[in-house]
């Protein structure tokens, strides 16, 4: 089993920045890759970044230049630093961990991010 604590989330006015944590533990030598997800109200949950064992990242075309994907395997955390926030960034953000030879899925419980304008 793979545990995620997400931490970092808050308020934060239009054009602002935020940095999310996500740390592991458990099974941590099984997880492949691990990424960000954010579900708005009334919407479906969808990818942010995303970032494999080797460091490799790849991101949502929207936040392409704004947010960047990082990791500290030392630590067992990924990072989202979130820059030029905008008030359509405000969501539930859920750290994602892809574990195991299935590629089983591990989620962290949320953090609330919200953007005023």
């Known amino acids: 089993q793979v545990q995620l604590v997400e931490s970092g989330g808050g308020l934060v006015q239009a054009g602002g920045s935020l940095r999310l944590s996500c740390t592991a533990s458990?099974?941590?030598?099984?997880?492949?890759?691990m990424g960000w997800y954010r579900q708005a109200p009334g919407k479906q949950r969808e990818l942010v970044a995303y970032?494999?064992?080797?460091?490799?990242?790849n991101y949502a075309h929207s936040m392409k230049g704004r947010f960047t994907i990082s990791r500290d395997n030392a630590k067992n955390t990924v990072y989202l630093q979130m820059n030029n926030l905008k008030p359509e960034d405000t969501a539930v953000y859920y750290c994602n961990a892809a574990w195991g030879p299935g590629g089983l899925d591990a989620w962290g419980q949320g953090t609330l991010v919200t953007v005023s304008s």
């Open positions: 970032i494999n064992s080797g460091g490799i990242s």
């Open positions: 458990g099974n941590i030598f099984s997880i492949n890759g």
